[in-house]
Every structure is written in structure tokens, then in C-alpha cells.
T-cell receptor, first 111, second 113 residues
């Protein structure tokens, strides 16, 4: 069922560094690409999202870069903080139905 | 504004039993989606309900069924439980069918022995 491939599986970054997580999708009908953050014991929470008519979206320290021709998108976390340590999921959907999630990236930010 | 709430938070069942999980959607939201999240995996779409009708279904067998009530709360029912059904079941609500943002609850952790 998975149509979104996410890498890396885990990532360790020093405080203040840049965290980069990549995703690739297959279905060109997808029109919404969110990133979710999940802490242990909690449900996923929307971090930032993009639609395919723009190539980049920035909200604070979080940026999505989107490459429609390559069917790839990525999350960049600038100035990573220990509080950013969590599991991050990329996802894609068409018309908000049947959201397809990547397998997740466990991010650890070391102080 | 009340967020998405799910119950129970944890439960243990044995193989072959049936389970019902409940979800109250966020105020103002009329669409509820259910996801199964196995340990160490991303959520997988089970189905979506919009105004009390099923509005899309993922690759899950018919023993997974649901309901949505007039107040937009929802139930997920799983019959004939199997060991592989052990997972975190997440409910997500959205303002309307077709809008992007899903608001997730904290999930119901089901263990099947």
C-alpha cells in the first residue's frame, strides 16, 4: 500500500545543525504533501505542508522543498534543537482521502 | 476548542474476539479518518467517514468496519481479531472532506494475545 518512500530511517544531528529528511512518491495524482511530527505516546501532529504548485515553503525553522518532476520532497529543520527529537513522517494524498505515510525518520538532536 | 479524543487508550484482547474503538472529532469537523500504526511504521489508512457515510477505504478486510454518528463522532469495529491487528489505532478529523489538514488523537493501543 505504501506509495511514499522516506529516508533515512534514523538521523542524529548536533544541536544547531541542519536536519534533512527526504521522501519520494509514485502517484502523480497526489496534490497535498504534509510532514507530521510524532512524539512517543502521542498522535502525529501536522508540522508543515505543501501543494505541488510551489517549490518551497518555509515556516520558522522548517522548510519543505518540492521537486515535482523528480517526484521528491524534503524537510529541512534549521538550527535543530533537542526538543525537535521525535519521529517525522512525510505523507501524500489526493483530495485529503487515503493519506499515504512514509515509514518515518527517528530524529535525535544531541545537545 | 476540544481536540480529537479517543477511547480506550489501551486494551488487551485475545485472538478471535471483537473490539470497538471510539473517537470524538474536533469541534467543527465533519470528517473522520481511521489509521492503523504498527510499531515502528507509518500510519496506514483504514477508511474515512464524511457525514455518516464511508468516503474511501484502504486495503483492509471487511472485518474492519466503522460508523459515524450525527454528532460526527465515530467508531471502529474489528471482528475476529488476529495477532497482526496489534497496533496503535489513530483517529483523525478534518474540517471537511477534501481539506488537507488532519488532526490526530493520541490513539488506542490494541494488543491481541
Amino acid at each position: 500500500q505504501q506509495q511514499v518512500k522516506q529516508s533515512p530511517q534514523s538521523l542524529i544531528v548536533q544541536k544547531g545543525g541542519i536536519s534533512i529528511i527526504n521522501c519520494a512518491y509514485e502517484n502523480t495524482a497526489f496534490d497535498y504533501f504534509p510532514w507530521y511530527q510524532q512524539f512517543p505516546g502521542k498522535g502525529p501532529a501536522l508540522l508543515i505542508a505543501i501543494r505541488p504548485d510551489v517549490s518551497e515553503k518555509k515556516e520558522g525553522r522548517f522548510t519543505i522543498s518540492f521537486n515535482k518532476s523528480a517526484k521528491q520532497f524534503s524537510l529541512h529543520i534549521m538550527d535543530s534543537q533537542p526538543g525537535d527529537s521525535a519521529t517525522y513522517f512525510c505523507a501524500a494524498s489526493y483530495n485529503n482521502n487515503d493519506m499515504r505515510f512514509g515509514a518515518g525518520t527517528r530524529l535525535t538532536v544531541k545537545p | 476548542e476540544t481536540g480529537v479524543t479517543q477511547s480506550p487508550t489501551h486494551l488487551i484482547k485475545t485472538r478471535g474476539q471483537q473490539v470497538t474503538l471510539r473517537c470524538s472529532s474536533q469541534s467543527g469537523h465533519n470528517t473522520v479518518s481511521w489509521y492503523q500504526q504498527a510499531l515502528g511504521q507509518g500510519p496506514q489508512f483504514i477508511f474515512q467517514y464524511y457525514r455518516e457515510e464511508e468516503n474511501g477505504r484502504g486495503n483492509f478486510p471487511p472485518r474492519f468496519s466503522g460508523l459515524q454518528f450525527p454528532n460526527y463522532s465515530s467508531e471502529l469495529n474489528v471482528n475476529a481479531l488476529e495477532l497482526d491487528d496489534s497496533a496503535l489505532y489513530l483517529c483523525a478529523s478534518s474540517r471537511d472532506r477534501g481539506t488537507g489538514e488532519l488532526f490526530f488523537g493520541e490513539g488506542s493501543r490494541l494488543t491481541v494475545l
